[in-house]
Nanobody
Framework: QVQLVESGGGLVQPGGSLRLSCAASGIIFSIYTMGWYRQAPGKERELVASITNVGFTKYADSVKGRFTISRDNAKRTVYLQMNSLKPEDTAVYYC?????????WGQGTQVAVSS
């Protein structure tokens, strides 16, 4: 059974930082491309960042220079370091795993950026 469990969300002031984590089980983590998506109220889910099994990364233009995705294959975990947060970053953040099959999704973690 595949499980992706996100954590690390919360309420933060503009300009602050958060680090999201996504722990995976039930998959051969090291061969999967992992991604972070977000969905704000009334909007479609969008890709925030992704990292391939060999470490190539991709970012949405809106987060380049502020967010960093990384992975630890030994811990079967993918991270999203979010700095210089803005109110428009407010959303539910989901991680996904894909490798031909899937994608598999986590349940999401809420990030709210507000003063």
């Amino acid at each position: 059974q595949v499980q992706l469990v996100e954590s690390g969300g919360g309420l933060v002031q503009p300009g602050g930082s958060l680090r999201l984590s996504c722990a995976a089980s039930g998959i051969i983590f090291s061969i999967y491309t992992m991604g972070w998506y977000r969905q704000a109220p009334g909007k479609e889910r969008e890709l925030v960042a992704s990292i391939t099994n060999v470490g190539f990364t991709k970012y949405a233009d809106s987060v380049k220079g502020r967010f960093t995705i990384s992975r630890d294959n030994a811990k079967r975990t993918v991270y999203l370091q979010m700095n210089s947060l803005k109110p428009e970053d407010t959303a539910v953040y989901y991680c996904d795993a894909r490798n031909g099959g899937g994608p598999y999704w986590g349940q999401g973690t809420q990030v709210a950026v507000s003063s």
